[in-house]
């Protein structure tokens, strides 16, 4: 189809894998609400922890349905595409794929959460450098629209409560793979600056109080049974509080894919890389603090 950016999708065991594709492509979606401007060709399926052949079938019959073919051959797949979305589920991988792709020199979305590790971290951005190319990883939440309707007129954030779902992951730290999320909110709403993590784990799941370098302190709440996403922070310069809760007034992926199309296209940034491994390393300080019991060093890049 001309006028259209072909995308390679790699790794077919997170549910983003179809519902991206869906938002670009399906006919039954209305045009105004679909993705304009990108089309995925192909997806390379393996099977990982997080999903069995038999839902990996299941997916692949509905992306060959909007006309999305689907391989095991890693050449194939990556054949002729403009750009990348890396979609692998078990952040484990991350590195290895990521490898295979950064030659390519291709633009890459890489999805949350960055990597399994801070350190794995590094190695993929040495990748990006040494290869000269453009990515981005980022959770659907840092984009959510009350976030930044919250966000508007902030100037100076002192504190910044934001509390999310603790879900369980297949293989690894289950802090890592989903409190990504809340941690990217985090994130976008104190920037960078982080020196410490301390951890606190109960039955409900993890408290994780962060210290800034400057003084400034927010804390994740991640809750095993608990489906919801928002928080509240104080702006110093104006002397308020402010709260926000995810409505889904705007339908979940579309901010972030609103940002995948920018920079696929417009040759937007996404997420400034930094940004994006100072949520990393917030997640694997969190991880060893909960695993140490005592609060642990976040590591600069």
């Not at 633009?107 to 990748?127: G, H, Q, Y």
């Not at 659907?140 to 779902?165: D, P, W």
């Not at 991640?222 to 995810?246: C, E, H, P, Q, R």
């Amino acid at each position: 189809m001309k006028n259209m950016f072909h995308l390679a999708v790699v790794g077919l065991d997170t549910s983003h894998a179809v519902e991206f594709p869906k938002l670009m492509q399906d006919p039954a979606v209305p045009e105004p609400e679909r993705i304009a401007g990108l089309k995925v060709s192909r997806c390379l399926r393996f099977e990982t922890p997080f999903q069995n052949k038999a839902g990996l079938d299941k997916r692949q019959a509905y992306l060959e349905s909007i006309g999305v073919k689907v391989t095991e051959d890693f050449s194939e797949t990556v054949a002729d595409c403009d750009g990348i979305m890396i979609e692998i589920n078990d952040p484990a991988l991350h590195l290895e794929y990521f490898e295979k792709c950064a030659p390519l020199g291709k633009p890459i979305f890489l999805d949350k959460p960055f990597a399994d590790t801070f350190a794995n971290s590094l190695k993929i951005d040495e990748l990006a450098k040494k290869h000269s190319i453009r990515y981005f990883t980022a959770s659907a939440l840092r984009f959510n629209a009350e976030l930044e309707e919250a966000l508007v007129g902030t100037s100076r954030v002192t504190t910044a409560t934001v509390s999310g779902a603790m879900g369980k992951a297949a293989a690894g730290s289950s802090l890592v793979w989903y409190g990504c999320h809340s941690f990217d909110m985090l994130e976008r709403i104190m920037g960078r600056g982080a020196v410490m993590v301390s951890t606190v784990t109960d039955r409900k799941g993890h408290v994780c109080v962060v210290t800034y370098a400057d003084g400034r302190r927010g804390i994740v709440e991640l809750s095993t049974d608990v489906w919801i996403y928002g928080g509240k922070f104080v702006d110093a310069a104006t002397g308020t509080m402010k709260n926000f809760t995810y409505s889904g007034k705007i339908p979940f992926y579309r901010s972030l894919l609103d940002n995948i199309r920018g920079f696929f296209l417009e040759g937007k940034e996404g997420v400034a890389i930094p940004d994006c491994l100072e949520v990393i390393s917030l997640l694997d300080a969190a991880d060893r603090s909960a695993r140490s019991g005592k609060p642990e060093a976040v590591y600069s890049a």
